[in-house]
């Protein structure tokens, strides 16, 4: 929404963008609503890709979720200069590969490779059939379903979670309880 509002809240975006006492929830927001300036506004393109490029400057001070939005509104606006920053803070370690992937994955994107040339890794939490390039590929025919990948066992989680839903269900009744005394 305040992508929307133009070019004139780039300012204020970029000093909340800027400011490590903000959350990083909030600063990825901001780092949105300036790519979307950048993308609703044209001619604001390069001040917007230098206001990003500069805080993903700092990859090693901050968090690797914000250095993985940063990249990813980065290579939405096909931002191909800033590809010596991006691969700094991937080799650094300091990107999450499970918001865009690896250094690979962002080259695919803003057109540097055409494909990937080595294996693409497991992507932290995401178990690879649940992988989003996965799936693509695999729906392309680029890749054959394996065999080794685990499949969920849903019983087990359906267990899981009605146990979760009935221990919730205590700690409500044992939290009335209290406040009735």
């Known amino acids: 929404m305040i992508g929307l ?15 490590p006492t903000y959350t990083d929830e909030t600063r990825t927001a901001a780092s949105t609503a300036i790519k979307y300036i950048g993308e609703f506004y044209p001619e604001t393109r390069d001040t917007v890709i230098t206001v990003l490029s500069k805080q993903l400057a700092k990859y090693h001070k901050q968090s690797e979720e914000l250095n993985a939005f940063l990249i990813s509104d980065l290579t939405d606006l096909e931002a191909v200069e800033t590809a010596s920053i991006m691969e700094a803070a991937f080799k650094s370690n300091k990107v999450e590969l499970s918001i865009l992937g690896d250094w690979e994955e962002v080259q695919i994107r803003l057109g540097l490779l055409s494909e990937r040339i080595t294996p693409p890794p497991r992507y932290g939490w995401v178990a690879p059939h649940l992988n989003p390039r996965y799936q693509l590929d695999l729906l392309r025919g680029e890749i054959e379903e394996e065999e080794d990948i685990p499949q969920p066992d849903l019983a087990i989680e359906k267990k899981k979670q009605v146990a979760r839903k009935r221990n919730l269900a205590n700690q409500r009744k044992k939290k009335r309880r209290r406040k009735r005394r």
């Open 5 to 19: 509002l133009g070019p004139r809240t780039l300012p204020q975006v970029t000093a909340h963008l800027q400011n």
